[in-house]
């Protein structure tokens, strides 16, 4: 059934799945619109891949209703097949032909278009992914990079409506992950395709999304942007996807957030009551803070260790506050701050990554 008004790349409206009799995904609900790419993050068994399988056609929803660029591709189990949707896929393996060069693999998918408008499209894709000089290579002289992008532009010269990409990162050594995520990302904005992403890396998903759908036990627990899961999680679990987190318990009292740190106002949203408080490792700060001043506490900090590790400094510390006795903290902040294990510093707190919830909330 096509509904011409839809704008939506893909609409999923109200999905629920099992395996068996075991429930997979549970009123899922979302659209995706043109050129937007979509991270679906969570952890392990949380029902991404189902999802992206859901969408492609591989599984049939129980109930709910998919639409593909405003054609109804699923009403409950009643489901067009993989071949009829206009999508591609991308793997985590890349499953490209080892016996083909890489204008033939690109080629291969293009069988509905013509001879002569075959080559070109793959040579322009190819162009456009930086592989214009390769096309005679074979996949086994490639990089793991070039691999991935080869993969990519045989997927883009199908312009699908929708591109479905499966950790396609994930067999790229780590050094090369960055400048991969960001060329497909600058890619995929340049085809304007809408692209939904599976992941388990909160990191990798800021980088590359438009828009995440972070995912837990199959329901879709927080959507938002990159800034959104930073600066807004909606639970405690969601906040420790993106980096490292300490945890405290507090209270909220007369407009006042209490823990053993101290005290400052409390978030708006919560009147009173006991609250589990998540403090990002970036929130620890060794040296005077030059922006946001009223949002920082200080306080004497006596310094446990300092490293260097991964491009940054970890540095652990205790509050010489009697209230964090036992309580020892890790900061993370710029590999050039100049901090001593030892030392007594004075550290300052930055409120905005602090975030407060009512105890019990989405662990
Ligand atoms: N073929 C299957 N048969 C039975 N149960 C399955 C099957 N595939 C997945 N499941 C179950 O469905 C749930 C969702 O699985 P899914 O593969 O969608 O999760 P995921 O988030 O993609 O996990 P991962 O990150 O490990 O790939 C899990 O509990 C999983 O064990």
């Known amino acids: ?47 991404k891949t189902t999802i992206l399988r859901l969408a492609s056609g591989l599984e049939a929803p129980e109930t709910g209703k998919i639409f593909i660029a405003g054609n109804q591709v699923a009403n409950g189990p009643k489901v067009s097949p993989p071949e009829k949707r206009p999508i591609s896929m991308v793997f985590q393996d890349y499953a490209l032909f080892p016996h083909l060069t890489v ?3 690109v080629v291969f998918g293009l069988k509905r278009v013509s001879p002569q408008e075959r080559y070109r499209r793959a040579t322009q894709v190819l162009e456009h992914v930086g592989l214009g000089t390769s096309h005679d290579r074979f996949p086994h002289t490639l990089s793991g990079g070039q691999q991935q992008r080869v993969a990519l532009a045989r997927a883009i010269a199908l312009r699908p409506a929708l591109m479905l990409m499966d950790e396609p990162f ?71 996807f993106f980096g490292e987190t300490a945890s405290l318990s507090g209270i909220v009292e007369n407009g006042l ?68 006795e036992n309580l020892r903290f890790r900061a993370f902040h710029r590999m050039t701050t100049r901090i001593k294990a030892g030392e007594t510093r004075p550290c300052w707190i930055d409120r905005r990554l602090v975030f407060a919830f009512p105890k019990g909330t989405g662990e």
Request: glycine residues 8%; hydrophobic residues 35%; proline residues 6%.
């Open 257 to 324: 957030l209490k823990s053993a740190l101290g005290e400052w106002e409390a978030p708006s949203e919560i009147s009173s009551g006991s609250v589990d408080v998540v403090i990002r490792d970036q929130a620890f700060v060794f040296r005077e803070p030059h922006e946001a001043p009223d949002y920082h506490l200080c306080f004497e900090a006596k310094i446990h260790e300092s490293r260097v590790m991964g491009g940054r400094r970890v540095t652990e510390f205790q509050p010489l506050i009697p209230t964090c």
């Open 170 to 240: 994930s067999n790229l050594d780590i050094n090369l992950r960055f400048s991969v995520r960001e060329e497909t990302r600058r890619i995929l904005h340049g085809e304007g395709s809408a692209t939904i992403l599976v992941t388990h890396d909160g990191e990798e998903a800021a980088q590359l999304a438009d828009r995440i759908l972070l995912l837990d036990h199959g329901h879709i627990v927080q959507e938002g942007s990159p800034e959104d899961f930073y600066f807004r999680p909606a639970t405690p679990f969601a906040a420790r």
């Open 103 to 105: 204008i033939q693999n």
């Open 1 to 47: 059934m096509k509904n011409s008004v839809d704008p939506a790349a893909i609409r999923f409206e109200g999905v629920s799945h099992r395996y068996g009799k075991s429930p997979s995904v549970t009123d899922i609900s979302f659209s995706i619109q043109p050129g937007e790419i979509v991270c679906l993050l969570g952890p392990s068994g949380c029902g």
